[in-house]
Antibody
């Protein structure tokens, strides 16, 4: 199983961060959930949210109002949109696979997204 | 909130080490995982369910604990074990991580 994040590495303040995770070796329609996690030097690892192939989602309350998760079963991908970004959203963003209320067993390599004008 | 201690440990290869992860409230069903992370890499799952080794993880890694207190033990440190170790609870949403313990070579 491999996951690969893709998307812009630089986003302007107040803009929207958009990332896609392409999954290989597993079907996005399997019984797994698919998560986004970010990492900053100051706050460590932070779970953003998860999505199931049906479109069901769970989000972290701290980001909930700014997060949109989606899945594309045909492309075997899932995506993250984070709106109204600030410098505090600068982080390495990872996508990962997990079970419902599960640990993360496969991770993407991570992608650095910087928020700056 | 998951609190890991200590923040940094300086040890030598061959030594035994025990890392601590303490939860502010009981972790449901002992749904506690441990990850290893090296610079520039994604976290790697080591332990799930507090004590079950993930596939391919050497048996020098072991996890224990229940409720609010959990530990990760490395019985004999190998050079490749010097990294950051983080715990994560998945018993309740939002899933949360500890701030990590860094193992450095003495």
């Amino acid at each position: 199983v491999q996951l690969q994040e893709s998307g812009p590495g630089l986003v302007k303040p107040s803009g929207t961060l958009s990332l896609t995770c392409t999954v290989s070796g597993d079907s996005i329609s399997s019984s797994n959930w698919w998560s986004w996690i970010r990492q900053t030097p100051g706050k460590g690892l932070e779970w953003i949210g998860e999505i199931y192939h049906s479109g069901s989602t769970n989000d972290s309350p701290s980001l909930k109002s700014r997060v949109t998760l989606s899945v594309d079963k045909f492309k075997n991908q899932f995506s993250l949109k984070l709106s109204s970004v600030t410098a505090a959203d600068t982080a390495v963003y990872f996508c990962a696979r997990n079970l419902w209320f599960g640990f993360f067993d496969y991770w993407g390599q991570g992608t650095l997204v910087s928020v700056s004008s | 909130v998951l609190t890991q201690s200590p923040g940094t440990l300086s040890l030598s290869p061959g030594e035994r080490v025990t890392l601590s992860c303490r939860a502010s409230q009981s972790v449901s069903s002992n749904y506690l995982a441990w990850y290893q992370q090296k610079p520039g890499q994604a976290p790697r799952l080591l332990i799930y369910g507090a004590s079950f080794r993930a596939t391919g993880i050497p048996d020098r890694f072991s996890g224990s604990g229940s409720g609010t207190d959990f530990t990760l033990t490395i019985s004999r440190l190998e050079p490749e074990d010097f990294a950051v170790y983080s715990c994560q609870q998945y018993g309740s949403s939002p899933y949360t991580f500890g701030q990590g313990t860094k193992l450095e070579i003495k």
